[in-house]
Each structure stands twice: as C-alpha cells, then as structure tokens.
C-alpha cells in the first residue's frame, strides 16, 4: 500500500494519499492547504485518484477539495451530518484568510458507518466518529486507521468548532469505535505524528484517565 502524507497550510493539516501499489487505484484524503502540490505527487507518483474522502469538513481540511476534484477528474465523499459544516466554509475562508476564496465543492456521495471504498485491492471502511464535528469519520484500511481530527497522538480534537459536539461524545465515540481495533494498529491523525491504537490506549490523557469530562 503507498501511503504519502503531506502536511500543509499553517495548521499542519495531513493530507494523505492512499493507493494501491499495483494498480496504481487510489484515494485522496483532506485535501486542504498546497492542493496543487499534493495534484502534482499524484502525478509524480502516476496514480489514479478517483475519490477524494474527507474526514470531515474543516477549512484546513476541505479547502482544497474544489480544485482537486477538477484537477483529478475525482468525486467527494462526505458523510452527510458534515453537509452544514461544509456549507460554512466560505464564511470560515474570511476568518482565516489564508485559504482565499474557497468554493463550497458538490457532495458526490453520502458515506456511512460501515461503508466501503474499493482502493484497488485495499477496502477503506467508514467508522462514523461524531465529536469533534457531527459527521466526522474514521477510515480504516487494512491495519491502518485514518483518524482525521477525532483522535491525535496524545490528546483529542476540539469540540468548540463549527459543527462539534460534546467532549463526552468524542470520548465515546474513541473508546467505542476505535480502541476496539487491535493495539498494533497504526493511527494516521488530521495533524501531528502517527501513533498506534495501543500507545493512545495506554498514555493518551483523554482515554487512560486523568482528564475530567464535562
Ligand atoms: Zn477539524
Ligand atoms: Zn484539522
């Protein structure tokens, strides 16, 4: 499996390209800051992406979904209950002006809990996480999960942006959906480093203890 992360933007937002090592069949996930950079790696590497799957709908995440769908020739998938967070990215884009001008890109497909993308020879399933926004999701490919701004190494994502939560929500939803998987897993985060599913179980404040819920 190739799996290229590019970080971008002021938020050190992780785009990350996922494809099949033969087929060359892949998906793009978050596309958000230096889109035309991550278009021309896909190019580089001479893959064919077809979907762009984003975890969820933040500026920092979605702001380059517009271009890379032309770019590509590609579809967007989104989960539904992230349809109000992505009409609000143009409002967000004169908030952080940074990303410009940022159209509001066509949903293609609704994806569920449970759903799978067919990456050539690799199935990504959908793991519905709400917390830190209503329709967040998690992808799980093989022994690698794509965790967007759900779960990070060492702490959580935030609930008071546009379309959260409740801390208690985003902390249900880690420990029900996701440190259910086996500890060698592989954690891929919206920003940051990588971790595994066993050192968050262990040492992550959120999930071990240590931190109050409200
Ligand atoms: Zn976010
Ligand atoms: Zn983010």
Request: with cysteine; proline share 7%.
């Amino acid at each position: 499996m190739i799996i290229k992360c590019l970080p971008g933007g002021s938020f050190l937002t992780n785009c990350y390209i996922i494809a099949d090592e033969e087929t060359k069949e892949g998906i793009l996930i978050d596309p958000g800051s230096q889109v035309e950079e991550v278009v021309e790696e896909i190019d580089r590497l001479n893959l064919d992406i077809k979907r762009i799957v984003n975890t969820h709908a933040h500026i920092d995440h979605a702001a380059g979904v517009e271009y890379a769908k032309k770019a590509l020739g590609a579809e967007f998938y989104l989960h539904p209950e992230e349809e109000p967070v992505l009409q609000a990215l143009p409002e967000s884009a004169m908030r952080f002006p940074e990303f410009g001008r940022v159209k509001v890109p066509k949903i293609d497909r609704f994806i569920e809990e449970g759903d799978e993308i067919p990456i050539g020879k690799y199935i990504a399933k959908v793991i519905h996480t709400p917390g830190h926004t209503w329709g967040s999701i998690c992808l799980l490919i093989d022994n690698h999960l794509f965790s967007g701004d759900t779960l990070f190494a060492g702490s959580v994502g935030r609930v008071d942006l546009t379309g959260g939560t409740t801390m208690r929500q985003l902390v249900h939803s880690i420990k029900t959906k996701l440190m259910v998987l086996p500890p060698s897993y592989q954690v891929y985060p919206g920003h940051g480093p990588f971790t595994t599913i066993d050192i968050e179980k262990r040492t992550n404040p959120f999930i071990a203890g240590g931190v109050l819920l409200f």
